[in-house]
């Protein structure tokens, strides 16, 4: 079921990934369940890394090398395990996330949604 993303540094990515769990003989326990557990799993340890920092301090949390370290670390794990799962699952990532994008623009036009946190009540917000 797998695809073949169109970006090159996505589809890089995508083989290298391929290329580790088959090597590791991994790819029988990357099953889509695994994989969304491992996903938010590391999306938990990112939100560890900002948890209890204010708002500013997120912002500048870059500013700091152990703690950007960190974050970025986390980030590298959460992009492994969401390029995993899709590929896994045959799900062309940048696609999905570009629809998803174009829905978004729909149910949030500028003119009523500029300078707003408000989510869309629409019936099919998501």
Same mark, same amino acid.
């Given at each position: 079921m797998q695809h073949e993303p169109n970006d090159s540094g996505l589809a890089d990515l995508v083989h290298r990934l391929r290329r580790f769990a088959d090597e590791r003989d991994?790819? +029988?326990f990357h099953t889509p369940k695994n994989l969304s557990? &491992?996903? &938010? !799993?590391? *999306? !938990?340890?990112?939100l560890a890394e900002l948890q209890w920092l204010t708002p500013e301090e997120s912002v500048r949390v870059m500013t700091d090398p152990e703690h950007a370290a960190r974050v970025r670390a986390e980030i590298g794990d959460v992009m492994i395990y969401l390029v +995993?799962? /899709?590929? *896994?699952?045959g799900i062309d990532l940048v696609a999905a996330a570009t629809e998803k994008l174009s829905d978004a623009a729909r149910r949030y036009p500028v003119e009523q949604s500029y300078g /707003? &946190? &408000?989510k869309a009540l629409t019936a099919d917000s998501g």
């Open positions: 991994w790819q +029988r557990m &491992a996903l &938010a !799993g590391e *999306v !938990g340890e990112l +995993r799962l /899709s590929d *896994v699952l /707003s &946190a &408000a």
